[in-house]
Structures are given as C-alpha cells and as structure tokens.
C-alpha cells in the first residue's frame, strides 16, 4: 500500500467512537465502555456492519457458479473485496489471496499444504519462544507427520527475539522460518524485512503471522520480502469467519491443494481431478461471501483513517500509558522499553494479584481487557507467569481510555491492598 505521511493527532478516538454501535450499548456500571481488548476481536464500524447487512438482503447468491444476475453481483463484490484486500497489504497480485476462515486457518493451510510436500526428515523448521499457538501448533504437527526437526528462537528478558540466538538458528539451514510480525501477548513489534532477507540467504521460506500487525501498521507484503502471510478479518474492524492468506504466486502454484471438494476443482472423472488455478485451488466449498465483501469495507475504513496515522494513534496511547504505568509501584510491564518496537498492546502484572482478578475489577469500572496466557503458554512459562493482564489499543481508544486504565489499576491496588 502507499504509505501516507503520518500525522500525529490526525485521529480523534472519541469522535471515531461514534462508527461505532458497540459503544451506544450502556456497560452495566452506567459509565461508558472503555475497550481495550482489541487484540483479542475488535469492534465492528457500522459500514462493517451494513456491508455485511446489504450483502445478504440484496447482493446474495453462491458465487463462481450463477449465470443469473445476482451470482454475477455476488461474484464481483466478492471478487472485489479480494482486490481491496491485496491492494491493502502491498500484494502484487490478487491472485495471490486466498480468503480462509481466519489466521489459524492461513498457517494451518501453509503446514498441510506447503510442510507435507516440502518438508522431509531432518530438515529444521524455525519458530519462536513468542508465537500463538496458532503459529506454532501447526509447526509441531508439521514436524511430527514428517520427522523434521523443530526449534524455537529464544526471546530476551525485555521480550524481544534473540537475534544472535536466530542468526545462530539461520546458519543451520533451516526450511522454515514462522514469526508473528507483532507479538499478541507483549506487543513486540519483530524486525521482519531483516529476518525475511537472513531467511531468503539461507534458502528458508518465511511465515508471516500477521494477524496483530495488518489491524495496526503499514503493513506492504512484497517490502517485507516474507513468503506467506496470515491474517484475521474480525481483528481489524472486519466480520469474523473471514481471514485471508498471502503467499508468492509460484509457491501457491506449485502447492498440493489443502481441502478438497467443490469450487477448487478445473475437473473432475471418477478416475482423477485436476484443480482449479489459485487462489481458487485452495477455496473449496462456499466461501464466507458476505463477510468478505465486510472485510472490504473495514479496508476501506481502515485507508480512509490511514494506516501511517492509525500506528501514529496508537502509538501516541501507548508511549502516555506505557510511562503512566512504568511510574507505579508493583506493576511489571512486559515486552520491549521503546515506542518504535511495541505496537498498541500492553502486558502486565500487578504484584500480588492475579491477572483474572485484575480484569474482573476492571470490568466492574467498565475497562474490558483480557487476562490469561493469550494463547501463549511457552512464552508465559518463558517469563515464569500464569498469565498477564493485557490492554490493547484501536482507533476509536483515547487518552479518556488510558486514564480509565490507570484508574482501574488503582481500585485493584487498593482492593487488594498492594497500593
Ligand atoms: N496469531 C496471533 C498473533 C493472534 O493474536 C491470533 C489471535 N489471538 C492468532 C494468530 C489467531 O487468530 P484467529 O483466532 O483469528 O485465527
């Protein structure tokens, strides 16, 4: 995508809060929402949410199929959303997205698809101490169905990865290189187009998870010079049940197809079937219509923000809260000590309390975040932690929001009596 000059300050979240319907809903504490979960699924804007409406009162039938006028409708705005969504992550090509249920689903397709025919015994596939279990469950398997080795790049105490610990890892020849872009439980914004270039030197495929990064910063595919990258709808303002798939049109060409059965197919005998051209080999079955053409309109409202600018914000709310947070007594912050290596996403722990206590008097003041092991249980035993507290940011959050948090700290403190 074109990055556009970013303009600190350009964004008013509270303004923005009014694109919002989830926040003409009264939290039961009669103060207004403050929602700072993001991360987890974000809020949907209202032309999210009428796109998805209009879809299927007036625009719905099967797509590829129809020689009706409204399966030809259908098709295109289908076929549409696809061209905004490669235009948005800098693909050279729509064909090289494949829309799939979500970012799990993206990294699972690559691991059967890509790792079963790529993928031998002994060969050493690379991930990381910080990953989603999405991003690293499916790499375990991967090495179990094939007997290659798996090995994790060590992350620092201050959460970044260890890039002498990775260099080390590279020189061994990996297959396979899969990172987060941004890390969902510490925010740690990884140096990709870095690690992508060591990879590509040593003949490794690099694995994108992008489903923290698309939400919040420029992010141009081709510039990052990875291979493959995975992405959620729900968590950047879109439907849920749709997430796309990128990856380089030679690697999609030359992969086996992941499921089988209608749509994906060019023919099919009795004695054998030959597959459809990508993205379409690896979309069997109907695909999720309405919420692709959804997905398009949280594109859209995403550039009409602009993405320079939504990492401005949320960069501007993180640096106050950051600092707010880093000048209490008890509280320990993780994840890396400088702005221009942390997304929107604060980790913590208050001494003393457990994080599930923490949010849950949080909710009581209205302040929604997310406590638990974020789907990051090795990372968590990395930091010898249950779980952490975690705050994250979005468009529509202000300085009000962080305010609230830092609020919300202090009734835990003094409930608890740590204050
Ligand atoms: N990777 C990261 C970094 C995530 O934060 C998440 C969602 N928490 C996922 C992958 C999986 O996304 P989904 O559940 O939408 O497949």
């Known amino acids: 995508m074109a990055i556009e000059q970013a303009r600190p ?13 989830v926040f003409d809903r009264p939290h039961r504490s009669g103060v207004r929402l403050c929602f700072l979960d993001s991360a987890a699924s974000a809020p949907k804007p209202r ?11 007036h625009h719905y039938a099967n797509v590829h199929r129809g020689i009706y006028e409204l399966s030809e409708d259908a098709t295109g705005r289908f076929e549409d959303a696809r061209r905004s969504l490669a235009r948005f992550i800098g693909a050279t090509s729509d064909r090289e997205v494949v829309f799939v249920r979500n970012a799990t689903e993206a990294i699972n397709l690559v691991a059967y698809s890509w ?46 990865l260890d890039l002498d610990d990775l260099r080390a890892r590279m020189a061994r020849g990996p297959r396979l290189v899969a990172l ?18 060591m990879a590509r030197e040593v003949g490794a495929v690099t694995v994108l998870d992008a489903a923290q990064s698309v939400p919040h910063l420029p992010v141009d595919v081709a510039r990052l010079g990875v291979d493959f990258a995975a992405l959620s709808g729900h968590k950047m303002l879109g439907p849920s049940g749709i997430g796309a798939l990128w990856g380089r049109r030679e690697l999609l060409d030359a992969m086996p197809p992941f499921m089988t059965g209608g749509s994906m197919i060019s023919r099919v005998t009795l004695e054998g079937t030959s597959w459809n051209e990508v993205p379409w080999k690896f979309e069997a079955g109907t695909p999720a219509i309405a919420e692709a053409v959804g997905l ?37 912050l993780l994840g890396p000590d400088s702005v221009e290596e942390h997304a929107g996403v604060i980790s913590f722990v208050v001494d003393g309390v457990h994080p599930h206590d923490v949010a849950t008097v949080f909710d009581a003041e209205g302040v929604a ?10 990372l968590m035993h990395r930091y010898d932690l249950p779980a952490t507290t975690r705050a994250s940011f979005s468009v529509f959050n202000d300085l009000d929001d962080i305010e609230r948090l830092i609020d919300a700290i202090g009734s835990v403190r003094r409930l608890f009596g740590t204050a």
Request: glycine residues 8%; contains cysteine; aromatic residues 6%.
């Open 180 to 197: 987060a872009h941004v890390s969902n439980a510490l925010g740690t914004i990884n140096p990709v187009a870095e690690i992508a270039a």
């Open 47 to 57: 032309t999210v949410i009428e796109a998805v409406a209009d879809t299927y009162a």
């Open 115 to 160: 790792g079963r025919s790529n993928v031998g015994p002994d060969d050493l596939l690379l991930s990381t101490e910080m990953e989603h279990h999405a991003n690293l469950v499916p790499w375990q398997q991967l090495a179990d169905a094939t007997r290659a080795r798996l090995e994790y790049v060590r992350v620092t105490d201050d959460g970044r």
């Open 9 to 21: 300050g350009v964004i008013d979240g509270s303004a923005l809060r009014a694109d919002f319907p």
């Open 369 to 378: 975040v997310r406590a638990g092991h974020h789907c990051a249980q090795p």
């Open 296 to 332: 398009a309109a949280a594109v859209d409202y995403l550039e009409g923000l602009g993405m320079s600018n939504v990492r401005a914000h949320e960069r501007l709310l993180f640096e106050r809260a950051w600092s707010a947070l880093g000048e209490l007594e008890g509280i320990r």
